[in-house]
């Protein structure tokens, strides 16, 4: 069956600390891989995106991904947080072509202390 | 350029009841999913409609059911409300075809409550 996890419910940092988020994916074929932020009282919004090419990925705000296929998993990462990157952070994938059934991990709540 | 909205924000019915959730996709954009969010828990897919046809749907019983209108503004339907339904309901939408790599941008959710 098609699954999304995400390793850590719930992490603390203090502002500069560097991040690491863990996504592990179960699907065959191809993959497209997401990583959705959501701060707190706005809606979901892309942070970056993998469906082909180089495996590391930049997003937005400094964030970038690494897709390990062999390891099926698509990690996020940020050298030094802020006090700003307090969000939950989800990780979803799809199939490629016109596969829509995208499936989200539920989701990283992180905390970073001024 | 107007983002995805999403009516009513909140909404309280009964069990056995039927809801409709409304949503109009962001300017452009043809196509349109729908995810339930249960508190704790990531979006989960509950289809998506593409040019007003259903080009997917996720494990979700037949008493959830959609419709997308010309204008690409979408309606989700849930007929016998259950308690477990209580949830956040979001609605995406993508442009370029609704092809599995393109960004779906998501609106606020309508928070659906059932007592």
């Known amino acids: 069956a098609q699954s999304v996890s995400q390793h850590n419910h719930h992490v603390i940092l203090s502002e500069a600390a560097s991040l690491e988020l863990g996504c592990n994916y179960s699907?065959?074929?191809?993959?497209?891989l997401f990583w959705y932020v959501q701060y707190p009282g706005q809606h979901l919004q892309l942070l970056l995106k993998?469906?082909?090419?180089?495996?590391l990925v930049k997003g937005i705000k400094g964030f970038e991904a690494e897709f390990i296929k062999s390891k099926f998993s698509f990690n996020l990462r940020k050298p030094s947080v802020q006090w700003s990157d307090t969000a939950e952070y989800f990780c979803?994938?799809?199939?490629?072509?016109?596969?829509?059934?995208?499936?989200f991990g539920a989701g990283t709540r992180l905390t970073v202390k001024p | 350029e107007t983002g995805v909205t999403q009516s009513p924000t909140h909404l309280i019915k009964t069990r056995g009841q039927q809801v409709t959730l409304r949503c109009s996709s962001q300017?452009?954009?043809?196509?349109v999913s729908w995810y339930q969010q249960a508190l704790g828990q990531g979006p989960q897919f509950i289809f998506q409609?593409?040019?007003?046809?259903?080009?997917g749907r996720g494990n979700f019983p037949p008493r959830f059911s959609g419709l997308q209108f010309p204008n690409y503004s979408s309606e989700l339907n849930v007929n016998a409300l259950e308690l477990d339904d209580s949830a956040l309901y979001l609605c995406?939408?993508?442009?370029?075809?609704?092809?599995?790599?393109?960004?779906?941008?998501f609106g606020p959710g309508t928070r659906l409550t059932v007592l």
């Open positions: 995406a939408s993508t442009g370029g075809g609704g092809h599995s790599y393109n960004e779906q941008f």
């Open positions: 699907y065959g074929g191809t993959v497209n």
């Open positions: 993998y469906f082909s090419g180089d495996p």
């Open positions: 979803a994938v799809n199939g490629g072509g016109r596969n829509n059934d995208m499936r």
């Open positions: 300017s452009g954009h043809n196509t």
């Open positions: 409609y593409y040019r007003e046809e259903e080009n």
